[in-house]
């Protein structure tokens, strides 16, 4: 039977799971919405304004809603791209290492060892206090991750101290 060192015998175990809010999307699907609402009235106003066509090939009027078609189908797609984006944002803390886990197609995954943590700050926005939310930045010496940020997580503070 050998002997494990100290090291060895330390199981690495989960302290805290999490994932941004959805809230952190509020002014991306606000301006995407008011986007829409604009462009879908201006629209309407120009088509009832647009005097009938002088070809007969192609009456302009028709177009339009073709037009609002495709803008509501892009912000529809934006806004779908945006909730991904933080829907499949992961983070793990263990006794030993903060995992970060991003991307919707195809993932990539960051580790930050918490013996290399120098600091750590919270940052709480108004619209995020509101909202009982805040980022965590966590600044390490680690060269290939000098910089984290966990955003728009609940508790801010609380998950603070699982650096500390």
């Known amino acids: 039977m050998s002997e494990q060192s100290p090291t060895q015998q330390t199981r690495e175990q989960t302290v805290w799971r999490g994932s941004p809010s959805?809230?952190?999307?509020?002014?991306?699907?606000?301006?995407?919405?008011?986007?829409?609402?604009?462009?879908?009235?201006g629209l309407l106003f120009l088509r009832n304004g647009t005097a009938p066509s002088a070809t007969?090939?192609?009456?302009?009027?028709?177009?339009?809603?073709?037009?609002?078609v495709a803008i509501w189908v892009l912000c529809g797609i934006g806004a779908l791209?945006?909730?991904?984006?933080?829907?499949?944002t992961k983070y793990v803390l263990t006794s030993e290492r903060l995992r970060v886990t991003t991307g919707v197609l195809s993932t990539r995954t960051e580790d930050l060892e918490l013996?290399?943590?120098?600091?750590?700050?919270?940052?709480?926005p108004l619209w995020a206090?509101?909202?009982g939310l805040g980022d965590v930045?966590?600044?390490?010496?680690?060269?290939?991750?000098?910089?984290?940020?966990?955003h728009a997580i609940r508790?801010?503070?609380?998950q603070l101290l699982g650096f500390a």
């Open 22 to 41: 959805q809230a952190v999307n509020l002014p991306v699907y606000l301006l995407l919405g008011i986007g829409v609402i604009v462009a879908t009235v």
């Open 56 to 68: 007969t090939d192609l009456n302009a009027r028709s177009v339009y809603p073709w037009i609002i």
């Open 81 to 88: 791209a945006t909730y991904l984006k933080v829907s499949t």
């Open 115 to 124: 013996r290399r943590v120098r600091d750590s700050i919270i940052l709480r």
């Open 129 to 131: 206090r509101m909202a």
């Open 137 to 150: 930045q966590i600044l390490s010496a680690d060269a290939s991750t000098p910089r984290v940020v966990l």
């Open 155 to 158: 508790d801010a503070e609380g």
